[in-house]
Every structure is written in C-alpha cells, then in structure tokens.
T-cell receptor
Framework: QQPVQSPQAVILREGEDAVINCSSS?????VHWYRQKHGEAPVFLMI?????EQKGHDKISASFNEKKQQSSLYLTASQLSYSGTYFC?????????????FGTGTRLLVSP | NAGVTQTPKFQVLKTGQSMTLQCAQD?????MSWYRQDPGMGLRLIHY???????DQGEVPNGYNVSRSTTEDFPLRLLSAAPSQTSVYFC??????????FGEGSRLTVL
C-alpha cells in the first residue's frame, strides 16, 4: 500500500518555508525522502529509521513519528533549486529486506 | 564508477512484442529494483532482488519478469507488451537497504 503524501502541490516564493507530510497505515521500519526534477531520476535526500529521529541536510530536515507512522519533510528558507517533486518511500517493519514503496509525490514550485 | 546504467533510454514497441530493459550497476550493491513511473501515480515497485538468484514481486508485477544471475545485472522482461505498459521505467540499487541509486530511466511507448 502506497503511503499518502500531502499536500499534492505547493507554490512558494523564494525564502518561504514548507512542510510535506507522509503517512502510512502500516508499521514502518524506515522512511526515505527523494527529490525528482522534471525529466531526471529521483535523488536521495535522507533516510529516517524508526526511533523518532530527526535529520537535517542543509536547510532541509525531516522527522519520523514511529507511533503515528508519519514523517514530515521541512524545507526552510526555500531556494529556487528546491523546485521539483518530492517523494517519500516507506519500508514496512518486519519485511526483512528493502521493499520500498513510494507515495504519489508532492510538487513544489519555488518562484523568485 | 558509472553507477546504475539503463538501456535503452527510449523504446517504441507494438502491442504483443517482447523486449528486455537492461540494468547494470558497478557498485556491488545487493539490492536492486525496478519501478515504473506514470503521471499522478508516483513510483510503483515492479520487482526487486536482494541478491543474485533471489527475486520477488513488488506492487505491480503482472506482465513483467526478472532474473538476477549476477550481482551486477537485473534485466526486466516484458513478455507481451500492452499499451498499459507505456511508462518510464527506473532501475535502482542500494547497499544494505540504504540510499537508492537510480538509473536515468527508460521511456517505453507501446502502440
């Protein structure tokens, strides 16, 4: 089952913040976040493992609430280069190996 | 390192034809997988492999076959192409369940 992402699309002005959410109905082992620009392959941003950790990558960070099976991606002081489609990928607990299922994506457009 | 290499990048097939999408990685990754990407559907897992000789089905396996005879290669076979298989296909690999490295994609059109 695909995780559910929200919102489906976001339009920002440069310098504004955004939050993208990802939720699953199943117990999760990990959540991955990727960004894809038009016509290109997805590019890895970060992985969060169960344990409620939070990670950061420059001005992009994420959290994972294991109890709620939810993850959020935080984009701070957005830059034009942040534009693209963001996907969360979830790995269910107790599957024993990586079977990553992706959400349908959130389109982010950052304008000057 | 070339990373993950997919061929061909573009392909047009007629309904009923068969073909193989090639995927090779030179990072000695255990895990390899195939995804298809359709507008509004995100990335959907077709098949995956956790090592040579081991494959399993993903979310949308029907109409596709895979095999993994070596660590490096993970070809995806379309047995009898249908218009519903028109899509962009991505091969990906990872080490130990970590970051997925994607190939550049193969755009397939079935007429």
């Amino acid at each position: 089952q695909q995780p559910v992402q929200s919102p489906q699309a976001v339009i920002l002005r440069e310098g504004e913040d955004a939050v993208i959410n990802c939720s699953s109905s199943k117990a999760l082992y990990s959540v991955h976040w990727y960004r894809q620009k038009h016509g290109e392959a997805p590019v890895f941003l970060m992985i969060l493992l169960k344990g409620g950790e939070q990670k950061g990558h420059d001005k992009i960070s994420a959290s994972f609430n294991e109890k709620k099976q939810q993850s959020s991606l935080y984009l701070t002081a957005s830059q034009l280069s942040y534009s693209g489609t963001y996907f969360c990928g979830t790995e269910r607990a107790n599957t024993g190996f990586q079977k990553l299922v992706f959400g349908t994506g959130t389109r982010l457009l950052v304008s000057p | 390192n070339a990373g993950v290499t997919q061929t061909p990048k573009f392909q047009v097939l007629k309904t009923g034809q068969s073909m193989t999408l090639q995927c090779a990685q030179d990072m000695n990754h255990e895990y390899m997988s195939w995804y298809r990407q359709d507008p509004g559907m995100g990335l959907r897992l077709i098949h995956y492999s956790v090592g040579a000789g081991i494959t399993d089905q993903g979310e949308v396996p029907n109409g596709y076959n895979v095999s993994r005879s070596t660590t490096e290669d993970f070809p995806l076979r379309l047995l009898s192409a249908a218009p519903s298989q028109t899509s962009v296909y991505f091969c990906a690999s990872s080490y130990g369940g970590g970051e997925l490295f994607f190939g550049e994609g193969s755009r397939l059109t079935v007429l």
